[in-house]
């Protein structure tokens, strides 16, 4: 689909943030033919056996093993920008395969892992572990070309353990987030209507973007489908785990060979869905303010955790955006609708997000410290934080 939205200042197109408006966020390359390049290509061959090694409970000596010498994966500069996103996905599944993959957890990442770990971190520009974006924005691709995208045309490249419910996990995520380009692609020319005062126009692409959420709500409702919430919390949920806050990795994790960190534990927040950037940035659009407490700091902290381009977008449009003063002053009853339909669209995803989140997580039996059912895979108390900004979002009806 092309690309054929206005540009209002301060917005620039999609393009220029590594977006596309059928693909939203996602990563706009074929990732399943990315070829990497030397030892990166022979690390990619090693991620690949995860589903096969991991249920041995023996993944850290496989890898350690196998995995090319660090010196040979030192420096990404070299990668292209397609090819860094790929050797990520496959490195950041390693990293968490070896922290968590055995009976107990350790807290050093040996040199095999740390040093290519980092040195892509650094060449994106973000954080050396699992994260959203190579869980999901980087981790896919169409099963056949040919036909459109949809939920049932998409694959997992890279697994933990595989199976139904690990990938259904991840592909409805996909799917959100493709579904949710409709949405994006419109945000320029909503401040394009505002700018020049037209609310007739304001109205029309916010009732758009309201019949876009209806459609990304209904496929967050098919998470149940196919991902059964125990079997989420016991073979899907212990491999996205991060190591600050975590009780099972109190003081973070050491990176072996990485010269800046030194024998200095590290602390980084593991992947989430709230690393996502469509609802930052419906917030953004939206004019909602989220109240500012600890849990709002953590909300401002995973944003270092999203691609760079992403992070640029979410910020252009909170910059910019007077979408809601605007709804305010126009003293008309149908854009007021309009914009409150896009409230309550994203106030149901946070409150389906709050549900799932019970019924995966926080009522499951079982408990560990390094799969706890109050803390989240970022670290957070991740029931009062969901319900805080669902409850936020709510306020901000008009």
Known sequence: MSQSIKTAPGIQTLE???????????????????????????????AKQLPKVLPSGSVRAFLQARLPNPDDCSDASALTDAQARMATVHYTFMVQSYIWGEES??????????????????????????????YVLHNWALIDPAKPFDLDNIQMLQNFLAGQDEAWFVLVHVAIEACAGGVLSRFADIQAAVQAGDAAKVQEQLEHTAK????????????????????YFERVRPYIHGWKDNPALPNGVIYEGVERYGSAPQAFRGQTGSQSSIVPSMDALLGIRHAADPLREYLDQLHEYRPQGHRR??????????????????????????????????????????????????????????????????????????????????????
């Open 105 to 134: 957890c350790t807290d050093r990442l040996p040199a095999c892992l740390a040093v290519p770990m980092v040195s892509l971190a650094d060449r994106l520009g973000q954080q050396p572990l699992l994260t959203y974006s190579s």
């Open 212 to 231: 876009t959420w209806s459609q990304i709500n209904a496929l967050f409702d098919r998470m149940p489908e196919r991902c059964d919430p125990y079997i």
């Open 313 to 398: 977008f979410i910020d252009d449009v909170r910059a910019t955006s007077t979408l809601r003063e605007f709804a305010k002053q126009a003293q008309s009853h149908s854009l007021n609708q309009a914009y409150n339909a896009n409230i309550q669209a994203v106030a149901d995803f946070r409150s389906r997000h709050l549900e799932y989140a019970a019924s995966y997580i926080n009522k499951q039996g079982k408990c560990s410290a390094g799969n706890d059912t109050e803390v989240g895979t970022g670290g957070t108390p991740f029931m009062r934080y969901l319900k805080k900004h669902r409850d936020e979002t709510q306020a901000n009806l008009l």
């Open 16 to 46: 220029q943030y590594g977006m596309s408006s059928d693909r939203g966020f996602l990563c706009r390359h074929d990732a399943s033919s990315v070829a990497l390049p030397d030892s990166w290509s022979e690390a990619a061959k090693v």
